[in-house]
Structures are given as structure tokens and as C-alpha cells.
């Protein structure tokens, strides 16, 4: 399984960005994808998850200002982030658990990474 994320940069306050991250892995079927973030000298922290039927779940932090969605049919989860804020600052890491089409097993993975940089 690789998740490749991409859609971060530079951004000024109050500024909106997308990030995008896609699952891919033979003969894997992926269930809830989300994204956590990690700013310097802090915990890595959930932002936002979605299960395959579309269920979200957000940070309190996030809430009314990032929506999170996805694409099944490309394995493809979404992050719209909008009026956001210095403290939103942070590397942003994709999760998907996954399991192979015949297992109830599911792993967790994780994407590189890609940064978020809110600055005036």
C-alpha cells in the first residue's frame, strides 16, 4: 500500500488550501482515510476521518472550517481547509486503514507528509 499526499504550501491567514491523498495497492479495499497533522515539539493529532460510507469525524479545532471528503471509486481523500489560521500550521500526514479483499484484517498506513505553513 502507498498513500501519496500532495496540496501543501505556503498560505497567509484566512487563506484556504486542498490537500489530496491517494491509496493505492493491489487487491487492497481501503475503509476510514483521514488526516492528522504534527507541528513542531507537539503530538501528532487526528484533524479529520472518513469512513467508506461517507461518516466524518473532525478535530474541534477544525470544525466549520475544514471539510474533509473522498472518492472511492479513485482512493482518493480530500482536505479543504478554509480560513486558516497560524496554529494550523503543521506537517499533514493521510491514514487509510486497509485489508485485503479477503481478510478482516485491516493495517494502518501512512502517507510522507507534506507541509502547511500559515504566515503572514
Known amino acids: 500500500v502507498q498513500l501519496q499526499a500532495s496540496g501543501g504550501g505556503l498560505v497567509q491567514p484566512g487563506g484556504s488550501l486542498r490537500l489530496s491523498c491517494a491509496a493505492s495497492?493491489?487487491?487492497?479495499?481501503?475503509?476510514?482515510m483521514g488526516w492528522y497533522r504534527q507541528a513542531p515539539g507537539k503530538q501528532r493529532e487526528l484533524v479529520a476521518e472518513i469512513t467508506r460510507g461517507g461518516s466524518t469525524n473532525y478535530a474541534d479545532s477544525v470544525k466549520g472550517r475544514f471539510t474533509i471528503s473522498r472518492d472511492n471509486a479513485k482512493n482518493t481523500v480530500y482536505l479543504k481547509m478554509n480560513i486558516l489560521k497560524s496554529e494550523d500550521t503543521a506537517v499533514y500526514y493521510c491514514?487509510?486503514?486497509?485489508?485485503?479483499?479477503?481478510?478482516?484484517?485491516?493495517?494502518?498506513?501512512w502517507g510522507q507528509g507534506t507541509q502547511v505553513t500559515v504566515s503572514s
Open positions: 495497492g493491489s487487491d487492497f479495499v481501503f475503509n476510514a
Open positions: 491514514k487509510a486503514g486497509a485489508a485485503l479483499w479477503y481478510s478482516s484484517t485491516v493495517s494502518d498506513y
